[in-house]
């Protein structure tokens, strides 16, 4: 669980670094200097859950099923943010936002 | 692979790139495999060293069939799955021939 | 050479590329895009198959539920077996677990024989009298090896042909990778508002990249796990005996063991009956042995020697690697003989690819996720499919335009000039198949409650119900596709899937007792969801069907040259074309 949150909340990051998505999601064009922050940012929490996922796995099954479960949970929030910017693009912030502090809320608790 | 005018030619040409790429590079595939597996197995195990080049192989007929439509010429995707196909079927039938057994 | 001509001749030279690769692309994904979708789309029913085959038992309902470790389900079910077949020489026993909660018992007697299967009540170890069905298993076996039948004989080449469609499939997903020009820029981008081919190639390409780690593990472990078949060079070339290729060795080899324990038997061989086997202090070794794993089938046979052994098999769920552990015993003595796994890295990578693919290590969650990928994935399939066909269509469309049939009149209805054999023929198929495939599913579950139970060939009977529907939605297809391309013909066979569908739940609270009325209430969950996901799957049918019924895009009067600005009208296969900026 904590996985696909934190993976969504990446690939939002991500998505918003792209201009066309910033400029769905807040209305203006991002600034070159935000938008590469933005990726970045995305890229780096992606690479911190993989970590997570196979250092500490949740349920304390191996490692490789951690990654594995990893995995799934990195195609599964990139469908749910294609979803979130093609329906909801507005919301795209804020989903991203509840979606890092669940998912490290959801890591804490072990799930 | 824009064609001037779909006519008998190009369809032979795609034919036998075609063929090239199916055929060919399964020949191409299955000599590497033979040849890699009998390299690899004398360092490891043989079981090791069979699934270390098959799975490799699946990649190479991939390649080859790309070579088939990417080479300029049909003849040319020939002369990229064939040739290597036969050099490395020699390679694998090299120490069998050089024994003398059937 | 000036840097700026070497320059522009690289560029040149990887828009050549980029082109034959897309050209490719085109041709790897069309040819047997169809036999793909459909073992793409079995596949993922597949995961489930587990519960297909208790759903279509409803005799199995409200089964008792047992620990595997209880040494006395197995013990009496084995004696159960000896009882109706004294001379029995090998079985093999799939204990219960929570996705199946009774007794799988394969057994035969001498000779080289298939096996009979004997479904048994955990806790008596009495035969269950279920109805005869393939269940969950049919969908399993048509998609890795096209079975037909329920004593299939053509296993081999339906095997072959799915290798060659998965060899396709390999080539599609690299080139599709390769010729894709903006993959991180068009990674979220699903525009379905803008219509026409620029959705459905924003579809096939966000359903092809957002779980192409996925596509491609499920590609390449496909080709891997039947590469004894697909390519035997290396076999060949390294495992050579007196006699040729020594198979078993390699066999053996593979799954960690010594190839004397596991004998081939051939045809008419005689093997002794099996002798009384105490199955208790076996059972509870293997358990102390791995502590906290579960027992997944138990075994009894005898080795190359003639001794009779039993073998104890971990659950296939407990690692990611296939095959999972197993323990020999003695069968008179009960001493503990040997563990047979596979520990070398490359037997091992083998053994994961091979569990990624069959994925029984999934639980629930993950198991749905899988599912959902390969949802996706069926329809990614789906829409290279319409893709080809609507981008076809356009530029035959434009072509003949150009010619000067310039009469385009708003009171015209859908003037198509006739289009060629063969797009009309690639139409056809793919309302037969991506339509009437779904079709097929939905009527292979309702036979399954509709057929009287207890007929001769009744398994082969539902399969019949399955193949007549399919059958059925080809000459429709085929008939539209001769007659005028329409959205008719997508219409009508999305519409009678999802009739059938959502009618499932209500047909089996008509024949059986294990309906949605009986499971909610008593929250057994497995028979529920099965029920609800029926309901759900009818409901998408449906709303496909009525997304895409004729008149729901009024026709545009002005001549289909001039892209049209968007309107918030869903992508339907005819609207005119826009220029594609990628692919094809």
Known sequence: MSAFLLCFAAWSAIALGMDRHHEDALGQEGSMRRLVALRRSGWLLLVLSLWLAAAHPPGGVSASLGVTAWTVALSVAAVAVTATVTWQPRRTPELAGAALLAGLLARALGW | MKAARVDWRYRLVITSRAMAAIAGGYALAAGFTAALSLVLALWMPRVEAVLTATMLAWLAYATAAGWAFYARTAWGAWGGTLLPALAMGACAMAPQWMRGTP | MTTATSTVRKSADREGFRQAMSWLHTWAGLILGWLLFAIFLTGT?????????????????????????????????????????????????????????????????????????????????????????????????????????????????????VGVATMLMFVALITGVITHRRIFKDFFTFRPTKGGQRAWLD????????????????????????????????????????????????????????????????????????????????????????????????????????????????????????????????????????????TSPAVKTYGVLYGLHMAR??????????????????????????????????????????????????????????????????????????????????????????????????????????????????????????????????????????????????????????????????????????????????LLLGWLAWRVRPGRTPRRGAPARSARPARPAPSVPVAPAETSTSGA
Not at chain 3, 206 to 229: A, D, K, Q, R
Not at chain 3, 371 to 395: D, E
Not at chain 3, 468 to 479: C, E, P, R, V
Request: aromatic letters at 10%; hydrophobic letters at 45%; glycine letters at 8%.
């Open chain 3, 203 to 342: 579809a096939h390409n966000v359903s092809g990249v957002l779980v192409l780690p996925f596509y491609l593990m499920i590609t390449f472990s496909g080709l891997m796990i039947f590469h004894t078949l697909y390519m035997p060079a290396g076999i060949a070339a390294n495992y050579k005996n007196e006699k040729g290729v020594d198979s078993n060795a390699y066999f053996a080899d593979l799954q960690g063991e010594k190839p004397e324990s596991r004998p081939r038997r051939g045809a008419g061989d005689k093997v002794e009956p099996l002798p009384a086997i105490a199955l208790q202090p076996i059972i509870d070794a293997a358990t102390t042995r791995w502590q906290g794993g579960r027992i997944g089938s138990v075994q009894a046979r005898r080795d190359a020697n003639g001794r009779a052994v039993v073998e104890v098999t971990r659950h296939e769920g407990d690692r990611l690697q296939y095959r999972p552990p197993r323990l020999l015993f003695d069968a008179t003595t009960g001493q503990w003989l040997d563990q047979a796994d596979a």
């Open chain 3, 45 to 161: 029913l597949s995961f489930f198959k587990n519960e297909f085959n208790l759903w279509m038992r409803p005799e199995m309902h409200g089964l008792p539920r047992t620990d595997a470790a209880d040494a006395q389900v197995a013990q009496k079910s084995v004696d159960a077996l000896v009882r109706k077949a004294p001379d029995v020489t090998q079985w093999i026993l799939h204990l219960p677990d929570d996705r199946d909660p009774a007794v799988n018992m394969l057994w035969r007697g001498t000779g080289n024989g298939r096996f009979e299967t004997l479904r048994m009540n955990p806790q008596t170890g009495e035969p269950i009298e279920a109805r005869q069905t393939m269940g969950g298993d049919f969908f399993y076996r048509f998609h890795f090896e096209l079975r037909t039948a329920q004593k299939g004989r053509w296993t081999i080449q339906g095997r072959w042909l």
């Open chain 3, 361 to 538: 290590f999934a639980d629930v969650g993950l198991r749905w996720a899988l599912f959902g990928f390969g949802v996706l994935g069926s329809l990614m399939i789906a829409t290279g499919m319409v893709l080809w066909s609507v981008k076809r269509s356009a530029k035959s469309q434009t072509q003949a335009s150009r010619k000067g049939a310039a009469t385009a009149t708003s009171t015209a209805p859908a003037a198509h000039p006739k289009a060629p054999f063969g797009e009309r023929l690639v139409a056809g198929i793919n309302i037969a198949t991506l339509a009437g495939l779904p079709l097929a599913c939905g009527v292979y579950l309702a036979a399954n409650r509709l057929i009287p139970v207890g007929i001769e060939g009744r398994a082969d009977a539902e399969l019949a119900w399955f193949f007549s529907a399919w059958g059925i939605t080809l000459l429709w297809a085929l008939a539209c596709a001769v007659v005028r391309p329409h959205r008719l013909g997508w219409t009508v066979p999305l519409a009678a899937a999802g009739l059938v569908w959502v009618a499932l739940p209500l047909i089996n609270a008509l024949t059986t007792h294990t309906h949605l009325g009986v499971s909610l209430p008593a929250r057994e969950w497995v028979w529920a969801s099965m029920d609800l996901s029926f309901l759900a799957t009818g």
